[in-house]
């Protein structure tokens, strides 16, 4: 096992690969070149991606909560203040966009403008992949709460349940909106919102504190495999009998996916490669970053579609995407101005 108290490279490095992942979402490489790979890439491997965070995230701010440690308010700015930073970014990308829209003479309402963006900031993320921060911001207050008042032997059991109850309006949603009273919680406009926070930001936060408790039951390496081998035959086959029998709105949340992700973190802590803290710590800058910046690259490159015609495939834009992004972020890793660190950490 890893020892807690040193940083674990293998889930630096892997946090990197998670964050092209993202990319991939949003740019949606593969299928210009075969349909069934492109599902495959963008609906199902890219699944572990951002619930991945939230489980590190949890496996140590949990972790230390249960160990006594008053980590709440250092740990809630770091992430407000990194959160600030790049919506202030995006946000004046947005009111850039906005004055565009005006001076061509379309019609644009300030005050809907800036009360969408208060909500984005509060609730719904301040940019589309934005969504995590709200979520996970909401998800330390809930944990410190139910901790707070004795109750953090109830949280892997709350949050499996609440999981449960998400996979109902997800996967198995044929199903799901069948049942009296979450059918129509499924239903509402506003499911989605909910789901990311509660449904998804919660359960995989406190999926990292499960996985700190499996460590020692699961302690052998051949175990540790098995259970990863288990957890990724339960996702493809999952998947699989969903597509089947169209149970599903979407199959981002998963009963395998759970399994699969306490197992990769698992492996990854059993496995902390302290020989590649050099490339770990650059990993640590390219992940944040990519994660951070990439739908900025992905502007610049709707701006050169919109007023020089030239566009590029789905896979071109995931590769230049991840290429620009990676030289960016080796760039600020070499840089030792406070601002600019201040982007990834």
Request: proline share 3%; glycine share 8%; charged share 15%.
């Amino acid at each position: 096992m890893s020892d807690k108290k040193t940083r674990n490279c293998s889930i630096d490095v892997f946090r990197y690969l998670c964050a092209i992942l993202v990319v991939a979402i949003h740019t949606s490489p593969f299928y210009d070149i075969n349909e069934n790979l492109g599902y495959i890439f963008n609906s199902v491997i890219t699944r572990i991606a951002v619930p991945f965070f939230f489980a590190v995230a949890g496996y140590y701010y949990i972790g230390k909560l249960a160990d006594g440690k008053k980590v709440f308010g250092q740990y809630v700015l770091r992430l407000v203040r990194l959160y600030g930073i790049w919506t202030a970014i995006y946000y004046l990308k947005d009111v850039f966009f906005l004055l565009l829209d005006m001076v061509s003479g379309e019609s644009v309402s300030i005050g809907a403008f800036v009360r969408e963006k208060v909500v984005g900031f509060l609730i719904t993320g301040s940019a589309d992949h934005f969504w995590y921060f709200p979520a996970l911001i909401i998800s330390v207050m809930l944990v410190t709460l139910i901790h707070k008042f004795g109750g953090i032997r109830l949280l892997i059991p709350l949050s499996i349940v609440v999981y449960i109850i998400g996979l109902f309006g997800t996967s198995y949603y044929s199903v799901g909106v069948q049942i009296p009273l979450l059918g129509d919680l499924y239903s509402w406009e506003n499911f989605n919102v909910l789901r990311r926070i509660l449904f998804m930001g919660f359960p995989f936060f406190v999926s990292g504190y499960f996985v700190r408790k499996l460590e020692p039951v699961i302690s052998s390496a051949g175990a540790s495999y098995g259970l990863l081998a288990a957890g990724l035959v339960m996702f493809v086959g999952e998947i699989t009998l969903i597509n089947i029998f169209e149970l599903s709105t979407n199959i981002i949340i998963t009963a395998g996916l759970y399994v699969l992700l306490c197992a990769v973190l698992l492996t990854l802590l059993r496995h902390p490669m302290p020989k590649l803290s050099g490339c770990a710590a650059l990993m640590r800058v390219e992940a944040n970053f990519t994660y951070y910046s990439h739908p900025l690259v992905l502007v610049g490159f709707d701006l050169i579609d919109k007023f020089v015609g030239v566009s590029v495939t789905g896979t071109l834009l995931f590769v230049l995407t991840a290429a620009i992004t990676f030289l960016l972020g080796f760039i600020i890793s070499k840089c030792n101005n406070k601002f600019i660190r201040s982007l990834v950490s």
